[in-house]
């Protein structure tokens, strides 16, 4: 599953929230495929019965949220969808779920460092948050000075010493 969404406050009395979508594209991903809110246990989708652009996010009415209580109750829930339904990414993209869970090594392959256990942007860059090996967490960021090469079959990602704290 990857993050597509992210849903905030409600908006209105009829049960819409706004949801900022992590994608350029929001109309490409609702049409995509079904929303799961990360918070249900038996994984049921959200179903869109309204969708427009607001001036600074979408504006979604789902089935089933029909007054302004029900959708503050939604506020903050993270929307998922299966990653089946992504397109391939080129050579140097990547998804983030992609890249959880893949073991951090130093470009000359001598040391790991630990394991990807999420992925962030700062605005700047990305940034790979990796848990030590001792139990620390490191954040390093995702840039080709930092990070020269990754190994997607080996799901090993190589770092430049000088980049780790």
């Not at 073991?103 to 990305?126: C, K, L």
Request: with cysteine; aromatic share 10%.
């Amino acid at each position: 599953m990857i993050v597509v969404a992210k849903i905030g406050g409600a908006h209105g009395l009829a049960g819409e929230v706004r949801v900022r979508f992590f994608s350029d594209a929001p109309d490409d991903c609702c049409a995509r495929g079904p929303l799961y809110p990360a918070d249900d246990p038996d994984c049921r989708p959200l179903s869109i019965r309204s969708f427009r652009h607001g001036s600074n996010a979408v504006i979604i009415g789902f089935e089933g949220v029909h007054d302004r209580t029900a959708a503050e109750k939604l506020n903050g829930t993270l929307l998922y969808q299966s990653r089946e339904l992504f397109p391939e990414t080129a050579d140097d993209e990547y998804y983030y779920a992609d890249l959880i869970g893949m073991s951090v090594f130093s470009e000359d392959r001598q040391t790991s460092y630990g394991t990807i256990e999420d992925v962030f942007s700062n605005g700047a860059s990305d940034i790979l948050v990796v848990r030590g090996m001792d139990g620390q967490v490191i954040h390093i960021p995702f840039i080709a000075a930092a990070v020269p090469s990754v190994d997607r079959d080996a799901r090993k990602v190589f770092v430049i010493p000088d980049f780790i704290p």
